[in-house]
C-alpha cells in the first residue's frame, strides 16, 4: 500500500516527540483506525494548522493549538484509500486528556469498539476532556465506551463520508468535519480569526458559517437578528445554543432572546426546530434516507425523538408523513 509523504516543514507541529517539547496551549486528538476516511480528518488538521499560521505567533511562542494523530498501537494506519497516516500510540502520555478529540472510525473501529484496553483508556480521557467529535464508525467506539459523569464534555456524531451516499454525501461530511473545528477556532480565537480559516480551507462557505454582524458598517437590530437567523439555519444540523446565536448578533442573551421573539415572532428555539422540522419533511419526501439518518441530518437526534416531535407538532410519524407526501406528488 503506498505510504503518503507529508511535507515535514509544513506539518511538524502536528507529530513532534513529546520528550523536549512545551505542552502547546490547545491539544488536539485525532484517533484513527483502519480504513478511516481521510477526507475528514484531513479537513479537521487543515483548519488548525491554517489556525496556527494565521493567529500570529511569534518566534519561540507555542501555536494555539497542537495536533496529535493517535492509534491503538501506533505507527502508520491506513486509510480507505490505502494512504498512510503515522500515529502516536495511546498511552498514559495522553491521560490529561484533550481540548478536543476526534474519533474517526473506519473498519478497523468495529474490532476496536470491543477491545476493553481501549475502552478503558477512553473512559479514562473522557473525564479530562472538553469535547469529543465522532466521525463515521467512531460513534461506535464512543457508544462501546459507554456514559460519562462528566457534564461539561460535548460530543457531536458525524455520519461516515466515503461509504455513505457517494459525493454528495461525502461533500456534506467534509463539511461538517470543517465546520466542528471551526466551532471551537471561533470559541478559542474569535470569529474574525475563524472567518479567516474559513476562507483558506473552505472558500466560500465563510460567510455562512462565521458571519460577521459589523461587516460593512453598523447593522440594525433587525439586520443582526436575520444574519443570526441564517446562521441557524445554516448550522441547524449541529447543537445550537442560544449564547452561541446571541454571539453571532453581538447582544446579550437576555437581549438577544427579547429581540429574537420581536422580530421573528418565535422563539429562537421555536424557530430552529421549524428550520430542522423543514429539513426533515424535505428529506422524508425527496429522498429515501431512513429516519434515524434523516434526524440526524436535520439536527434533532435520533428517529425516536424526531417521531415525537412530528406527533406532537404534525399529528403523525414521519413514515406516515413520507407515505402521505408521495401519494399528494403521484397525484
Known amino acids: ?42 479537513t479537521v488538521v487543515e483548519m488548525f494548522q491554517s489556525a496556527n499560521e ?7 511562542e507555542e501555536p494555539p493549538y497542537e495536533v ?22 495511546i498511552d498514559t502520555r495522553f491521560g ?19 477491545d476493553e484496553r481501549l475502552l478503558i483508556w477512553l473512559r479514562a480521557v473522557q473525564a479530562r476532556t472538553r469535547a469529543i467529535e465522532t466521525i463515521g464508525e467512531g460513534r461506535l467506539v464512543l457508544e462501546a465506551a459507554g456514559p460519562t459523569d462528566h457534564d461539561g464534555l460535548q460530543m457531536n456524531r458525524y455520519p461516515a463520508g466515503a461509504s455513505s451516499e457517494a459525493a454528495l454525501s461525502a461533500s456534506n461530511d467534509r463539511h461538517d468535519c470543517a465546520r466542528a473545528a471551526l466551532m471551537f477556532i471561533k470559541r478559542d480565537l474569535g470569529a474574525e480569526l475563524a472567518r479567516s480559516v474559513a476562507d483558506r480551507v473552505m472558500p466560500g462557505m465563510a460567510a455562512t458559517w462565521v458571519p460577521l454582524p459589523a461587516e460593512g458598517g453598523t447593522l440594525s437590530v433587525a439586520e ?28 446579550s442573551e437576555r437581549n438577544f432572546l427579547r429581540r429574537f421573539k420581536h422580530e421573528m415572532q418565535v422563539t429562537p428555539s421555536d424557530y430552529l426546530l421549524q428550520v430542522r422540522l423543514r429539513i426533515a419533511c424535505n428529506f422524508l419526501t425527496e429522498t429515501e434516507l431512513p429516519v434515524d ?3 440526524r441530518r436535520s439536527g434533532t437526534g435520533n428517529g425516536d425523538r424526531l417521531a415525537k416531535i412530528f406527533r406532537k407538532r ?8 413520507r407515505a402521505r407526501s408521495r401519494v399528494a406528488n403521484e397525484a
Open 1 to 42: 500500500m503506498p505510504q503518503m509523504h507529508l511535507d515535514t516543514a509544513r506539518i511538524t507541529w502536528l507529530h513532534t516527540p513529546t520528550l523536549n517539547v512545551r505542552t502547546a496551549a490547545r491539544r488536539i486528538g485525532i484517533l484513527l483506525f483502519d480504513g478511516f476516511w481521510l477526507l475528514g480528518p484531513g
Open 54 to 60: 494565521l493567529s500570529g505567533s511569534r518566534v519561540g
Open 68 to 89: 496529535q494523530f493517535l492509534s491503538m498501537e501506533g505507527g502508520s494506519v491506513a486509510s480507505s484509500s490505502s494512504a498512510r497516516i503515522w500515529t502516536d500510540r
Open 96 to 114: 490529561s486528556g484533550f481540548d478536543v478529540l476526534f474519533i474517526a472510525g473506519g473498519y478497523g473501529a468495529l474490532a476496536a469498539a470491543r
Open 224 to 251: 443582526k437578528i436575520r444574519a443570526a437567523a441564517r446562521w441557524m439555519e445554516a448550522n441547524c444540523d449541529r447543537p445550537v445554543s442560544v449564547a452561541d446565536a446571541a454571539q453571532v448578533a453581538a447582544m
Open 293 to 295: 439518518k434523516i434526524a
Open 314 to 321: 404534525m399529528a403523525l410519524s414521519p413514515t406516515e408523513y
